[in-house]
């Protein structure tokens, strides 16, 4: 958990002071640097949602809005259609062409000034299918992009200009050229993708010149009143790839040109590991000294440096210790937008920690809902601003409600009544608030997620919570209270497979394992048919306890459903720990040390001996009975959480939220 001495007000004294970039006074060093979470935008420009979702940062204290990115054209005959590719998009009518953008952009970049924050806005060429040269550009990705030749370089640099121009007209404060995370740009910046002979290619120097011809285009249509940066990776973690000298030398070139106000700096891929949204496995500010190397003495610019940066007490820290003069904290804000006045004013104890979770990039990145909206694991009012801003009222009846399950959802059920002004009951049968966000805590590189129950145990106690822990909760009990409403929110109960020796004593639960309720040991069998963390989870935990594990996973792979951002660190831990994975196995029976398996593919049936323990990882079941007692004698009653459909812990708190919205 994290911990910080500095409550007081005004401790943080760099973080808080102001910084000139170029022609911007940026009011502190807390940036968002640009993500694209899919904040309104129904029209593909910046809309109420948008400056919701964006702009609510800034009046929380951010003060250097990055926005989402803004994908420019390709070179593609005018009556061709869009291509999509996966991950990715060639437009063909990007939104800078839209007839409506420069007001929209003055929208946004007013209400961003009203709340002291400045506007920067990101260009990128994504380079699925276009880039330096036709090779492998997403590192273990099977995708080829098409090799650019000069006619369609010059229309791609013209394109970072018109669109350059048009947010100028707009008034943004700043534009950065994307030249990470596997862009265009990246492509002629690597020695690993950039392969060309011609004056594109070669030396680090030669491999500058794309992005020195950009930024001499772009200042030539914007001129000296906007700021102009580029986001740059600090080190490249694929063969062949450049290292943080390298990308050193690259950024002298680039500096010495005297085009540049900033430099945007992070680290790892869209990717393996690191990923450049680094998961709650990497540690805060891991790559902090490649930002120190991007700080060149020639021609000195200010370094906004991120990655996984959650807290002000290390953002100050870096500042202090000279690694970069504005510090990205990106999903610190999405998880908490008031999080910088929280700080300035010394009410740290109220601060929700971004947890690394990696939800929110999974699903802006893979979300499956078409109405695809910004989604956070602690903070269920980012994606939902409008709905909280016109429902959120104080309770007109003062009422008392009892939750019972101090889980996710429960503890958000809670807080938001509590809030509202309703008298609160929860009641919890384990010894410690947090259900299953408190098991999936034990797991390697998992304690982050205790900074959410931190929170939440905070706020229980600062909104007058009545928490009761460590008995168990029956419908007397309940109904002893006189609840004008009761919220069940009881979770869920793992999974047994109904097979053969299921019952043996050396057969155990995952959750049990990770509380330290069961003991496996010796040659594990981790048996899965489940596709989040969970399986990894409970594989890593037993492999840093010295277990020889082998998991069974019933179909291709496990975690399918994780995020490629965070996915890299998962498998990289299982390799070290010696883990070994087995697909497309169905457990038919146990009988002593031997398993007996199925094909998923085949039906075949195959024996495998010499199991200590057999560790099932088989998903939840709602938990339903407290509620199903209740049905009829309570005035209203909820059912939330895993207790409905077990689901992440985004879904559970937003659940948590939305009912205590209503009651
Ligand atoms: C939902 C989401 C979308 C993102 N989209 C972009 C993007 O469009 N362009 C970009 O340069 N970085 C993008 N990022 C990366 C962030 O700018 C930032 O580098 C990353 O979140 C690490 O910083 P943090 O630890 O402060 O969150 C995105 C991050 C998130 C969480
Ligand atoms: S979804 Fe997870 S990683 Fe993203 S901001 Fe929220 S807590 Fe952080």
């Known amino acids: 958990m994290t911990s910080s001495p500095r409550t007081a007000a005004g401790r943080f004294e760099r973080l808080f002071s102001p910084i000139q970039v170029g022609p911007m006074l940026v009011q502190n060093r807390i940036c968002e640097t640009t993500n694209s979470i899919g904040a309104g935008r129904a029209d593909g420009l910046p809309d109420d949602a948008f400056i919701d979702h964006h702009v609510g940062k800034a009046r929380g204290g951010t003060a250097w809005l990055g926005g989402e990115t803004w994908l420019l054209n390709s070179p593609m005959p005018q009556e061709a259609a869009d291509e999509f590719f996966p991950g990715a998009a060639s437009t063909r009518f990007p939104l800078y062409l839209h007839p409506d953008l420069p007001n929209r952009v003055r929208r946004f970049t007013e209400a961003a000034h009203e709340a002291g924050a400045v506007t920067v806005f990101q260009l990128t060429h994504l380079n699925f299918t276009m880039a330096a040269s036709s090779i492998h550009v997403a590192g273990a990705y099977d995708w080829i992009p098409h090799r650019l030749d000069d006619e369609e370089i010059d229309f791609i640099i013209n394109t970072y200009a018109e669109a350059a121009a048009r947010f100028k007209e707009g008034g943004a404060d700043g534009i950065e050229i994307h030249c990470a995370h596997e862009t265009l740009p990246q492509t002629f910046l690597s020695p690993a993708t950039n392969q060309r002979t011609d004056r594109w290619g070669g030396d680090a120097q030669r491999r500058t010149r794309f992005v020195i011809e950009v930024l001499e285009r772009v200042r030539k249509r914007i001129g000296d009143g906007v700021a102009l940066g580029i986001r740059m990776n600090g080190m490249e973690s694929r063969p062949g790839g450049y290292n943080v000298l390298e990308m050193r030398e690259m950024v002298s070139h680039i500096a010495e040109s005297g085009l540049l106000d900033f430099l945007d700096l992070d680290v790892g891929h869209s990717w393996g590991v690191p990923s450049y949204v680094q998961p709650s496995y990497n540690d805060p500010a891991q790559f902090r000294d490649a930002a120190r190397g991007a700080r060149v003495d020639i021609a000195p610019i200010p370094v906004l440096f991120s990655g996984r940066v959650n807290d002000p007490v290390v953002a100050e820290d870096l500042l202090a210790g000279g690694f970069c003069d504005l510090v990205g904290m990106t999903r610190a804000g999405i998880a908490d937008p008031e999080f910088a006045n929280k700080a300035r004013d010394g009410r740290m104890i109220e601060m929700r920690r971004c947890i690394g979770c990696n939800r929110c990039i999974g699903e802006a990145v893979h979300g499956r809902s078409p109405a695809r909206k910004p989604a956070c694991s602690v903070n269920p009012v980012a994606g939902n601003e409008a709905l909280w801003a016109t429902q959120f009222q104080p309770a007109a009846e003062k009422r008392r409600v009892v939750v019972v399950g101090g889980g996710a959802a429960g503890l958000e059920a809670a807080r938001v009544s509590a809030m509202r002004g309703h008298h609160v009951v929860l ?237």
């Open 427 to 663: 009641l919890e049968q384990r010894p410690s608030l947090g259900g299953q966000v408190r098991i999936a805590s034990k797991a390697p590189g998992r304690d982050s997620f205790e900074d959410f129950l931190y929170f939440q145990e905070n706020q229980m106690a600062a909104l007058g919570v009545e928490v009761r822990l460590g008995a168990p909760v029956t419908a007397d009990d309940v109904l002893a209270l006189s609840p004008d409403v009761v919220i069940c929110a009881t979770g869920s109960r793992p999974i047994r497979p109904n097979a053969p020796g299921i019952g043996s004593p050396h057969v155990v639960q995952g959750w049990d394992v990770l509380e330290g309720r069961a003991v496996a040991s010796g040659r594990v069998a981790v048996i899965s048919q489940e596709d989040h963390f969970e399986t990894p989870n409970v594989a890593d935990f037993l492999a840093s306890r010295g277990c020889h594990v082998e998991v069974f996973h019933s179909w291709l792979g496990i975690g399918a459903e994780i995020d490629r951002y965070s996915i890299g660190m998962v498998m990289r831990r299982l390799e070290q720990g010696g883990v070994k994975v087995h697909t497309g196995q169905i457990l038919a029976g146990i009988d002593g040390n031997s398993l007996s398996l199925l094909s998923a593919f085949t039906g075949e049936r195959r024996t495998v001996d010499g199991f200590d323990s057999i560790v099932l990882v088989y998903g939840s079941a709602p938990d339903t009975t407290l509620h199903d007692e209740l049905r009829g004698r309570v005035q209203a009653l909820y059912l939330i959480g895993s207790a409905w459909v077990p689901r992440g812990i985004h879904e559970a708190t937003e659940h948590g939220m939305k009912v205590a919205l209503a009651v």
